[in-house]
């Protein structure tokens, strides 16, 4: 088992708590041990002094047993007892110390030597035959046996005062040592605890965290951080394993997204591609309804012409064919490039054709420099402004209304404008036009921007269309065409 | 919130191991000392001092009498000085078999030597019996044994006696009319006890003075108030008290005190203590006849010490006594 995996630190943090408690039972234990021990030891040496009292009143038994009887066994008690005796009067002091209870001890070991000393002589004067010997022993022996038990009421008595006052100090220490037996057990407990959470918080926190991020994760935040672990166990190592599977399916996102973005890209422009299609599909039918109408329409001009001949209506025959002539050069691909002299007389057919609906209602003024006639710019360039002159310009006026062409040089370029005194354009309708590049807004005439458009597409941005609105009304909308987009003036 | 909380958990560590420490190291302190107080108390093991060279045994009353303390405490003195160790019983007065008793029991146990206080009474037969167990027995107190070659350390009561006599008569003159409380050590009658030939002898100066009553009192004080209030009584004529110890000398006063008879009747009494040096003061006591029981212990042992080193003791010798009155008393 090793100790860096996550069950090696769990055993080992566990161990650890057990013999910290387990020390502090022990100590306890021992230490409860030491004052009971305490409590024998406080009795101990008036236990010896007992049991000097009994080997010395066995001895003496003895003694007078052998003195009375003779007898070998009561020899071999009387040997055995002051033997062990004599054995246990060694434990007393036999120096002579500036003290009280030694001294008495020194008291008591002579005095039993003293009286071992008569006895045995007594013993030997008996085995003698020695009758006046051994009785003067027997009762010097007796009267040194008195002083021993004297000394020994004395030692005990000192050694029991002795006691109840190390009693005395011994008690005062006891609940001390209760209570710090009871402090010890409790820091011991509170430090286990204290281990155990620190210990479980170590090892469940990174764990915390990685389950964190793995929710965060599962909830679609393939951004957030994966905690890193500087631990070598397996919680380690699921982190490690986990930010790389992260790591991984971050760049799988990435490249599926990548993926998407050039297949949204192809299928716009797929749809571009379609909608163009589209628009020349819708080109190609107009084309052909343009190439089928004008035989239709030029066929029946034709016809009506021939009918008003016929019948001698010269008007209407006029009529018929400025407009046929007129609807004809209108019909012409509008891409391609004309004489202003084709632009001029357009406008006049034109200004004919109103001329005979509104009659007087409005006056016409075209003054054209000659120089400029053989210049070519692009077809229908002038009729539609002067369409939007009359159409929107001067709509609302039943008499008076003017429109006024004129075609000029000027410096590098070759200048046409068409001015009328209608109701002219405010600036923000001016700058509206300008800006508007859409052919479809329905905002101004489609005349105008048509033109305006025409003009910036074929001088690539060279020639460009001025409209100035007076402050008395009208507006002149003027074309400015440089000579390197039309040419040079003959 | 994660970092505070993982440094509380230190904390705890920290704290609750200190506190563990702590617990640990003062259980093992009082352990300690609990241990320590058995050692020194039970089990002898406290160190002792040096080994000394002689065991000396003084034998003296349990007497309250100051005069046993200063002899205790001179014997003490010139022990240190000679490393004898010296040990002490104490006999009840009243009854003197115990100090044959201690005597027998010293000889028992081969002491090498007994300083007795006790009677003159078998003196001579306690010196050979110690002598043949070959311990040196000096004898010591107020009576001087009977036998010639004898060595006694003492304070002679006799001299005591006229010197209290002497401070009478320089008092009373010839109006003296002596109340006497011996102490009940002696055996003797009255007469022939040596405090009351001493004052005997002393009054003979002044004509007309003399014992009027004579009174025996037990050790302590309060024997000492009963037997002086039972002889002011006996004898209202009395106008000086003249005691034979300390115990009796505060006794008399105090009931001189309380029968506001001070300055009526004169105390004359024996040895020091801190109430008679007080009772001096006062006037209560006129003079108080100090033996020098402090120099009696010194020559004790010079006594003893000198037998050791083969030196026979077999002389008497006289420690003497002073006057202690008001005038040495008053700071």
């Known amino acids: ?490 | 919130m994660r970092f505070p909380l993982a440094r509380a958990g230190w904390l705890f560590i920290v704290l609750f191991g200190l506190a563990l420490t702590g617990a640990t190291v003062m259980n093992l302190v009082l352990i300690g000392q609990t241990r320590k107080a058995l050692d020194e108390g039970i089990l002898g093991n406290k160190p002792p001092g040096a080994v000394l060279k002689y065991h000396v045994a003084l034998i003296i009353p349990d007497s309250p009498d100051s005069f046993f303390d200063g002899l205790r405490e001179g014997l003490l003195k010139a022990a240190g000085t000679e490393a004898v160790a010296i040990q002490v019983f104490k006999y009840h007065a009243n009854v003197p078999d115990e100090a044959e008793t201690y005597f027998q029991l010293c000889l028992t146990s081969r002491i090498d030597g007994v300083i007795l206080y006790a009677g003159p009474d078998q003196m001579a037969r306690r010196g050979d019996q110690a002598s043949k167990e070959d311990v040196v027995f000096v004898p010591v107190g107020t009576l001087t044994p009977p036998r010639a070659g004898l060595g006694f350390v003492g304070s002679s009561s006799l001299l005591q006696g006229v010197e209290a006599g002497n401070q009478v008569v320089r008092r009373l003159g010839r109006s003296a009319r002596v109340g006497l409380l011996l102490t009940s050590e002696g055996e003797e009658v009255p007469v022939e006890d040596p405090v009351y030939e001493g004052v005997v002898i002393a009054l003979r100066s002044a004509p007309g003075a003399h014992i009027v009553q004579v009174s025996r009192a037990r050790p302590g004080i309060l024997s000492g108030e009963e037997a002086a209030s039972a002889l002011l009584k006996a004898d209202p004529s009395i106008n000086v008290l003249v005691c034979a110890s300390a115990p009796i000398t505060e006794g008399a006063a105090q009931v001189v005190v309380d029968q506001g008879r001070v300055g009526q009747v004169l105390i004359v009494g024996t040895d020091e203590s801190p109430t008679i040096d007080r009772l001096v003061d006062k006037g209560v006591i006129a003079a108080s006849i100090v033996r020098d029981s402090k120099k009696m212990g010194a020559e004790a042992l010079k006594a003893f010490v000198g037998a050791r080193n083969g030196v026979p003791f077999r002389r008497p010798v006289e420690v003497g006594f002073n006057v202690r009155t008001r005038q040495e008393v008053a700071p």
């Not at chain 1, 006891?174 to 479980?200: C, E, H, K, M």
């Not at chain 1, 631990?231 to 930010?243: K, M, N, P, Q, V």
């Not at chain 1, 007389?345 to 120089?371: K, M, Q, S």
């Not at chain 1, 539609?384 to 209304?401: F, S």
């Open chain 1, 1 to 490: 088992m090793k100790l860096g995996t996550v069950r090696g630190k769990i055993v080992a943090n566990s161990a650890l708590i057990l013999v910290l408690m387990a020390a502090a039972s022990l100590y306890s234990g021992f230490a409860s041990l030491e004052l009971s021990r305490s409590v024998e030891v406080l009795f101990q040496n008036n236990l010896a002094m007992e049991q000097l009292q009994d080997s010395l009143d066995q001895t003496e038994a003895s003694f007078s047993e052998y003195l009375r009887t003779k007898s070998s066994d009561s020899l071999k008690d009387f040997i055995k007892v002051s033997t062990r005796l004599t054995d246990q009067s060694r434990n007393l002091n036999p120096d002579v110390y500036a003290d009280e209870i030694l001294l008495l001890q020194r008291d008591l070991s002579r005095a039993f030597d003293t009286y071992l000393k008569v006895a045995e002589g007594g013993v030997q004067a008996k085995r003698g035959r020695d009758i006046p010997g051994y009785a003067e022993r027997f009762e010097t022996a007796g009267r040194h046996a008195r002083s021993v038990r004297i000394l020994i009421t004395d030692l005990k008595s000192r050694f029991l005062s002795q006691s109840l006052g190390a009693f005395s100090l011994y008690q005062r220490f006891i609940p001390g040592v209760l209570w710090s037996n009871a402090a010890l057990v409790l820091a011991a407990t509170l430090l286990g605890f204290s281990l155990l959470l620190r210990y479980s918080r170590r090892l469940t926190d990174p764990l915390a965290r990685l389950a964190e991020a793995a929710l965060a994760v599962g909830r679609g935040d393939y951004q957030t951080s994966i905690p890193s672990l500087d631990s070598r166990d397996e919680i380690g190592t699921l982190a490690g394993t986990f930010s790389g599977m992260q790591q991984s399916v971050r760049r799988s996102f990435l490249d599926l997204h990548t993926r998407a973005e050039v297949e949204k890209t192809l299928l716009e422009e797929r749809m571009q591609v379609l909608e163009l299609n589209h628009r020349l599909k819708d080109a190609e039918l107009l084309a052909l309804q343009t190439q089928i109408n004008p035989h239709f329409l030029f066929n029946t001009l034709s016809a009506g012409i021939e009918l008003a001949g016929a019948e001698d209506a010269h008007r209407t025959s006029a009529f018929l064919e400025n407009l046929a002539v007129f609807i004809r050069y209108a019909l012409t691909p509008p891409d391609r490039f004309v004489a202003i002299a084709d632009e001029i007389e357009c406008v006049n057919r034109y200004i004919w054709l109103l001329t005979l609906r509104f009659r007087e209602r409005f006056a016409f003024d075209v003054g054209i420099d000659e120089r400029i006639l053989a210049l070519e710019v692009p077809a229908l360039i002038l009729q539609p402004l002067v369409e939007n002159a009359v159409g929107h310009g001067l709509a609302d006026r039943e008499a008076g209304g003017t429109v006024t062409v004129r075609g000029r040089w000027e410096g590098d370029e070759a200048i046409l404008t068409v001015r009328d005194n209608g109701v002219g354009m405010s600036d923000d309708e001016i700058a509206a036009v300008q800006s508007d590049t859409d052919l479809a807004s329905p905002i101004h005439g489609i005349g105008l921007r048509n033109v305006i458009r025409r003009i910036q597409l074929s001088t690539n941005g060279l020639g460009r269309v001025e409209l100035e609105s007076s402050v008395t009304g009208g507006l002149e909308v003027r074309i400015r065409l440089p000579l390197s987009s039309v040419g040079e003036p003959s």
